[in-house]
């Protein structure tokens, strides 16, 4: 028994190989996760001159036109009975909009088994799916090739493989092939909505404030609270922004921490906004406690309730009065609000569309949407598409996030967290 490594490269052609091994052999069996047109077509020519030597092929899942695909098989003479879909598990789920779990225990082998004439036998057995993308070297795959006497232990083991997925799996029916698509689509909606993207932000305005202080040092309900911000931060009125306070016995390393451990601060507080002052300042204000410092502040009592402040240069007074000493777990985001993503690509790593057949393989896999695409970029990043319009206060928001090193921050966007797991 002897072995080949077939992934030096993520993305190498392995269709060609598998193409010539089909074509010498005296049977084949196929299981595959997931089939294409496209993928399907990669492999046919020599199934298609000698439909019998097909033995088995088992679909885990595949698209209404790969299902299609099977059909073509059939009508090249492929036996009815060796084609098989692999339905996967469910179970019920009590629901009333979807009484069955659509994201389930699937079938996910990649096993490309022939027989040659001369008694020895090989196994392509790695990720690739019987797809254009995978088969052609255009995606990131793995592969081994096993090749030695067909009687040997391993093949029998790859045998077994694939007789139980076959087992599982029910008879293809051409009749059927829009209920099979739509179960391919069941699972992959259910695998959307596993993909758990929060979509239920608010788009409002946060004073986040972070500050150590003594076991004793605790404000109640009424009390109220001075600290500043970044001047020209605007929209700081008490009907739009809300200022909540966490205290720490010691203060996180750095603001982003805080942030991160907000739920588990010492104590907590909701404080409602009284207002700014967002030019010269004011000499003398109201206030029980204060915040000492922005890049690692300290929650300091007023005596007698009147505070001269001294504001530094470039920021703003603003008070706040406590009225909970309770807030819920909440994410909270900094910038504004995205719309979607835009790649962002490489100077170095393109993917030229593969040549002679392959090229046409892949172009009819995209449905002829890419036929102008001649290479594929490598990705080295995503860049945020805002939604909203940009802040015209954007400088001074910037000055308030985690990475300014402030403990002081202004968030414009959060969101309850969810106390039950998915």
Known sequence: ??????????????????????????????????????GLAALSGPITARPQKLQTLVVGAATYPGFAAL?????????????RVHLGHTGPTGGKNNPFARYHP?????????????????????????????????????????????????????????????HQAVVYSSAMKEAYAWWTREF???????????????????????ASAAPGDRPKTGDQLYFEIPAGIEQIESLK?????????????????????????????????LGAENKQGNREVQADWRLDGSTHPVLVRVPGGVHRPSTSAGMQQVR????????????????????????????????????DKFERVVLDE?????????????????????????????????????????FILVSLRRRRQSTVEP
């Not at 449905?367 to 102008?372: E, F, L, Y």
Request: net charge negative; aromatic share 6%; glycine share 8%.
């Open 106 to 166: 699937m079938l996910h082998s990649k096993v490309y088994y022939m027989e040659l004439p001369d008694a020895t036998a090989c196994a392509f057995i790695g990720s690739h799916n019987a797809t254009a993308f995978a088969l052609t070297g255009l995606n990131g795959e793995a592969a081994v090739l096993l090749e030695g006497p067909a009687a040997s232990s391993e093949f029998d083991e790859v045998r077994q493989h694939i007789a139980a997925a076959c």
């Open 241 to 273: 922004t809300e200022t909540r306070l966490f205290l720490f016995d010691t203060l996180p390393a750095t603001p982003r921490q805080a942030v991160d451990s907000a739920s588990s601060a010492a104590a907590k507080y909701i404080c409602a906004t």
């Open 1 to 38: 028994m002897t072995s080949t490594i077939l992934f030096n490269l993520p993305q190498q052609e392995i269709a060609s190989r598998i193409s010539d091994r089909i074509a010498r052999a005296m049977s084949v069996s196929i299981v595959t996760g997931f089939a294409t047109p496209g």
């Open 320 to 355: 706040a009065e406590v009225r909970s000493a309770d807030i819920p777990p909440a994410d909270y985001l900094f910038e504004r609000e995205v719309r979607g993503w835009t790649p962002e690509f490489a100077s170095e790593g393109e993917l030229d569309l593969p040549a």
């Open 366 to 406: 995209a449905g002829g949407k890419h036929r102008g695409l001649k290479s594929w970029k490598l990705v080295k990043g995503l860049i945020p598409r805002r939604g909203a319009a940009k802040e015209r206060d954007a400088e001074a928001l910037m000055r308030a996030t985690p990475e300014s090193g402030s």
């Open 188 to 210: 992959l909606d259910g695998l959307k909505a596993e993909m758990g993207i929060p979509t239920d932000w608010s788009t409002v305005r946060t004073i986040l404030l972070f």
């Open 71 to 83: 059909d073509e098989l059939l009508a090249a003479g492929v036996p009815s009975g060796r084609l």
